[in-house]
């Protein structure tokens, strides 16, 4: 997908055209193409909130432009993709003409495509001595020589490898050295190299090496999707040399060349034991370098430096923090798999693939680059699940809520027989959760028979028994003795006339046989 929101970003900061294509994955028609429909539509950055990926595609690209314009040549393009083997002018003309079509704009007839050309080459070999700007680019690169550590116990040398990285513009360098050079510490350097300098540049060159760039092409090279992450988190932009062209970084070459004497070779008789005791060492050569005096002009990197540093741009809040991506597949069970551990995410996302970013402390689920989940990491032994109750199905959500707590509360607004009935098939269970369906069963009977008479067949079951049963009390419901308890308990209490309380099997003396005379 086409990065617009990103081709916009690195317009609105002044680089070129053709920067933002090797930086990014698409063509120099693309980005003529997003940010001359972004001018037709009045979009310039930074662009409004509620505009996402998705709107900004259809604002963009939804309707056709109806102007008809000529095509104008990359003729720079065209001249290098001569020198490639079996490309001709002819080639070029037939995509220069399909682009055009594509693009709703008028192309150039051969005769004029090739007479355009032809001006052009007659030029090419005129060259311009260009000055570096301030605060526009910084070279990194991997010195060539390394230096070493001695290992305390078997004393055989250890490698140690130098990061080196200068502002063009004030030759002002930085060096760091590391134990390998993998993603982590090839980012960790970058970090720590804009701490040193107090602020990021426009542009950030490196070599296309295998931790920061995936794919080296001059024209659409893939960069590291968390090298890019860190570029964007610095406000920078990525742009690697070509394959084999040392001269796109000439000021780095030239400074890992210089920082190798003043450093590696200055340090070469010191012994060290560990890797901060060599950097503190490395870190006063380099102070010794910046300050030493220019050959050929008054100052030094130092004081060069000092006037550049107005033109950085400022830092963020916090410095960035390494992350790796994964891709992962949502399983049935509403889980992402990565690193042994499990990560919910929404139902709704079962079967879909999604990327991954993990940091030391976050876990963040991205699809189609809108967060869907955030988790703090899980570490420890593997298997563990990190799930959010908000991304189950709603049964699902009922019976994670399954506890003691819930049943006795439901109870309590039956009434207070119910709570106890409650609090005793519970209690009568070795496991608590060998309880909850009964209580379930139980409570339900309130939808079949009412609330009054569950809570009278409760009180009932509770006069027999101190740990009644689900059955009995369902039992008493089905048989509607609750129901001639409750008549008895209401009915009207009548005297006789001799004042004695009637019931229904009270018997008087004529019962028994007895008369008036008392025979």
């Not at 055209?17 to 539509?41: H, P, Q, Y």
């Not at 060259?127 to 078997?154: F, Q, Y």
């Not at 009932?460 to 419901?477: G, Q």
Request: charged share 25%; with cysteine; aromatic share 12%.
């Amino acid at each position: 997908m086409t990065k617009y929101r990103e081709i916009l970003r690195l317009t609105s900061q002044g680089i070129s055209r053709r920067n933002i294509a090797a930086g990014l994955e698409c063509s120099r028609n693309t980005v003529r193409s997003v940010i001359t429909r972004a001018e037709e539509e009045g979009i310039t950055w930074p662009l409004p909130e509620q505009m996402s990926d998705m709107v900004l595609e259809q604002t963009l690209f939804g309707k056709p432009s109806t102007s008809q314009k000529y095509k104008n040549l990359d003729l720079e393009y065209i001249h290098q993709e001569l020198a490639r083997s079996g490309v001709t002018l002819t080639l070029l003309w037939k995509e220069y003409f399909d682009n055009c079509r594509m693009e709703n704009l008028r192309p150039l007839m051969y005769s004029a495509f090739c007479y355009q050309y032809q001006q052009f080459a007659a030029k090419f070999k005129a060259t311009l001595h260009v000055e570096h700007k301030p605060g526009e680019r910084m070279e990194v690169d991997w010195a060539g020589d390394t230096a070493s550590l001695k290992d305390n116990i078997t004393g055989k040398p250890i490698p140690v490898y130098v990061f080196v990285a200068v502002l063009p513009c004030s030759g002002y360098a930085y060096a760091e050295g590391f134990l390998n050079r993998n993603l982590e510490n090839w980012i960790t350097a970058h970090v720590h190299t804009y701490q040193f300098f107090g602020g990021a540049t426009r542009l950030l060159i490196p070599d296309n090496l295998k931790t920061g760039i995936k794919k080296a092409d001059w024209y659409s090279p893939l960069i590291n999707k968390t090298y890019n992450e860190m570029a964007e988190h610095y406000g920078t932009a990525v742009i690697p040399t070509g394959v084999r062209k040392p001269k796109h970084k000439a000021s780095v070459e030239r400074a890992v060349g210089m920082l190798s004497t003043w450093i590696i070779a200055a340090l070469r008789n010191r012994q060290f034991f560990s890797l901060w005791e060599l950097n503190e060492a490395m870190r006063q050569k380099l102070t010794d370098f910046n300050s030493k005096p220019f050959q050929k002009k008054p100052g030094n990197r130092e004081s060069a430096f000092a006037e550049e540093l107005p033109f950085l741009i400022p830092l963020p809040p916090k410095p960035f923090e390494l992350s790796t991506w994964k891709i992962a597949t949502v399983q049935l069970n509403y889980h992402i798999a990565c690193d042994k551990m499990n990560y919910s995410v929404p139902y709704e996302y079962i079967k879909y693939k999604v990327d991954v970013r993990l940091t030391t402390n976050i876990v963040e689920i991205f699809y189609k680059g809108n967060r869907i989940a955030s988790h703090k990491r899980l570490y420890g032994h593997s298997g563990q699940y990190n799930t959010n109750i908000e991304h189950m199905p709603e049964k699902h959500r009922q019976y994670t809520q399954w506890n003691a707590e819930r049943f006795i509360r439901w109870a309590n607004d039956i009434g207070p027989f119910t709570e106890q009935a409650v609090k005793s098939i519970i209690a009568s269970r070795k496991v608590e959760e060998q309880s909850y369906k009964t209580c379930i069963a139980l409570l339900k009977l309130a939808d079949t028979y009412s609330t009054n008479r569950l809570e009278g067949a409760c009180e009932k079951a509770l006069r027999y028994h101190s740990y009644p049963s689900f059955r009995s009390i369902k039992t008493i419901l089905k048989t509607g003795s609750d129901k001639r308890t409750r008549e008895m308990n209401n009915e009207p209490l009548k005297k006789q006339e001799n004042g004695a309380k009637q019931f229904a099997f009270t018997r008087g003396k004529n019962y028994y046989g007895g008369n008036n005379n008392g025979e």
